[in-house]
């Protein structure tokens, strides 16, 4: 499948052009130099062929994290097929553009010149300063207003192989160039939407406390029981997440064996989340590089767009990797952001990152603290390493299968009746108000994460504490390590 990269100096709409062939709002876009720093994949359809566009941070320089950034541009521009060069037609050219431009053709790809902003008619005059560049494949366009796209996607067409046309019953759709209608508005941050959003303990998200375990809600008791399904079992979708400067892009590059994340000192490196998979024992892991979070205070300009995106993320995962500094005392904000795996109801390994600098001699110190601040996730292994020199890395990819199947895992009807009649019996259900509680049996309805119906005549009767109570009963009885397991009291005949 052939590459495409969209390569240029910053603020020039290549991830515009980008969310136009992918046709989503995928690449965040801002008007602030530096938003894409990573390279971003995503398959795409150009008429009725495929190929793989790659979206590149700006080529800048000045700093360890923009020198950083146009290194990685550059290796994917070598590495694809098609170049398209993005200017900003509103300005002239530049000799740095020229001097980049000229570096790439010698590269020997296919490279077009790609002039955007050229908005209305008028400005097509500023075009002609462009053809000092010395190619033929000049394309003046207006990704923001969907302007003579046509012509570039053609281009691009004709230098795609005729082996890699995707079905025939889509040829005859619509508009199967990829691009959206002209009146659709660029994707753009609304900050009032995110204030709406905040909480005023001065996080981004709820606390987490223990009048929420007494309410019937937090144990979905409203939701409609679902039939089992074990589609996608084969596919785990895993988030790495932590506050900042702990260590998630250097644990990604480890996990992929390639440098495919930025990586430098810079806190707030990642913004944009980095999706990537590996083939593993016959399972496809694909890891999500989410941006650092911060305390809500600290959070600036488009930091907004990553916390957006790591929420969504996290929504669309199975499991999540908590990321701590091992070398540096625990913070609330760490505890904060091991409240989203517990409120997405995610399975969770604790990566104790950096553990070469830390102090080993405090070992059991070090996760009686974990342990105790992280009580909501007493269910999810404790793993030790190093990202940067790759020690015990390896130790994860197993860790993660054996956890899928636990969160994954189907546990029959007449085991779980059979754990539940002996937690009845050491442990009688309290009454309430007088009244006898009966609990009838149980039943798995949904896995990842494994979700329980417990049939009894008075649902509200089931207190929280005798939740925890057969909780800790079944995993016991089963391998439920690594994942949460979850209660839903319903009355026979109820869906």
């Known amino acids: 499948m052939k590459k495409i990269a969209i390569i240029g100096r910053p603020n020039v709409g290549k991830s515009s052009l980008f969310n136009r062939l992918v046709k989503k709002r995928d690449a965040i876009t801002s008007d602030i130099a530096g938003t894409t720093r990573d390279v971003k994949r995503r398959h795409v359809t150009i008429i009725n062929k495929q190929a793989l566009l790659l979206d590149t941070g700006g080529l800048d320089q000045g700093c360890e994290l923009f020198d950083r950034i146009k290194e990685?541009?550059?290796?994917?521009?070598?590495?694809?097929?098609?170049?398209?060069?993005?200017?900003?037609?509103?300005?002239?050219?530049?000799?740095?553009?020229?001097?980049?431009?000229?570096?790439?053709?010698?590269?020997?790809?296919?490279v077009a010149l790609v002039v955007n902003k050229i908005d209305n008619d008028k400005m097509k005059d500023n075009l002609w300063d462009y053809y000092e560049f010395g190619t033929d494949a000049i394309f003046g366009i207006s990704v923001s207003h969907n302007r003579s796209v046509v012509p570039l996607l053609e281009w691009i067409y004709d230098r795609i192989p005729?082996?890699?046309?995707?079905?025939?019953?889509?040829?005859?759709?619509?508009?199967?160039?990829?691009?959206?209608?002209?009146?659709?508005?660029?994707?753009?941050?609304?900050?009032?939407?995110?204030?709406?959003e905040e909480e005023d303990d001065g996080f981004f998200y709820t606390d987490i406390n223990e009048e929420e375990f007494e309410d019937d809600s937090i144990f979905a008791q409203n939701d409609r029981i679902k039939e089992f399904n074990e589609d996608?079992?084969?596919?785990?979708?895993?988030?790495?997440?932590?506050?900042?400067?702990?260590?998630?892009?250097?644990?990604?590059?480890?996990?992929?064996?390639?440098?495919?994340?930025?990586v430098s000192s810079v806190a707030g490196t990642t913004i944009d989340p980095i999706d990537e998979s590996i083939e593993y024992k016959g399972k496809q892991l694909t890891f999500?590089?989410?941006?650092?979070?911060?305390?809500?205070?600290?959070?600036?300009?488009?930091?907004?767009?990553?916390?957006?995106?790591?929420?969504?993320?996290?929504?669309?995962?199975?499991?999540?990797?908590?990321?701590?500094?091992?070398?540096?005392?625990?913070?609330?904000?760490?505890?904060?952001i091991a409240g989203l795996v517990d409120s997405n109801r995610l399975a969770c390994i604790i990566v104790l990152n950096k553990w070469d600098i830390a102090n080993r001699e405090d070992y059991d110190k070090i996760i009686e603290n974990v342990r105790d601040r992280f009580k909501f996730l007493a269910y999810a292994p404790i793993i030790t390493l190093s990202a940067k020199s790759h020690k015990r890395v390896d130790k994860l990819y197993d860790m993660i299968l054996e956890i899928n199947e636990n969160y994954s895992q189907r546990i029959s009807t007449s085991q779980l009746n059979e754990v539940l009649e002996k937690a009845l019996r050491k442990h009688q259900l309290p009454s309430m108000r007088g009244q006898v509680i009966r609990i009838y049996y149980a039943t798995q309805y949904?896995?990842?994460?494994?979700?329980?119906?417990?049939?009894?005549?008075?649902?509200?009767?089931?207190?929280?504490?005798?939740?925890?109570?057969?909780?800790?009963?079944?995993?016991?009885?089963?391998?439920?390590?690594?994942?949460?397991?979850?209660?839903?009291?319903?009355?026979r005949g109820e869906k």
């Open 288 to 336: 999500v590089d989410t941006a650092g979070l911060r305390r809500r205070g600290k959070i600036v300009g488009i930091e907004k767009f990553a916390l957006m995106r790591t929420k969504e993320m996290l929504e669309n995962s199975n499991m999540a990797l908590v990321v701590l500094d091992a070398s540096e005392p625990l913070l609330d904000l760490d505890e904060k």
């Open 446 to 491: 949904e896995t990842r994460p494994p979700k329980i119906a417990i049939v009894m005549n008075k649902p509200r009767g089931l207190h929280f504490t005798y939740r925890r109570y057969l909780t800790n009963k079944l995993r016991e009885a089963f391998n439920f390590t690594g994942t949460p397991v979850l209660f839903k009291a319903k009355k």
């Open 72 to 110: 990685k541009s550059l290796e994917a521009a070598k590495k694809a097929d098609i170049i398209l060069y993005m200017v900003d037609g509103k300005t002239i050219p530049e000799d740095v553009d020229k001097k980049l431009f000229y570096e790439l053709q010698t590269l020997g790809k296919d």
């Open 162 to 196: 005729e082996c890699d046309i995707i079905k025939e019953e889509n040829e005859d759709e619509e508009d199967d160039v990829n691009i959206v209608e002209e009146d659709e508005e660029e994707f753009e941050f609304d900050d009032a939407q995110y204030d709406e």
């Open 232 to 262: 996608d079992i084969n596919h785990i979708k895993i988030s790495i997440i932590g506050r900042t400067n702990v260590g998630k892009s250097s644990l990604l590059n480890a996990l992929l064996g390639e440098e495919r994340s930025v």
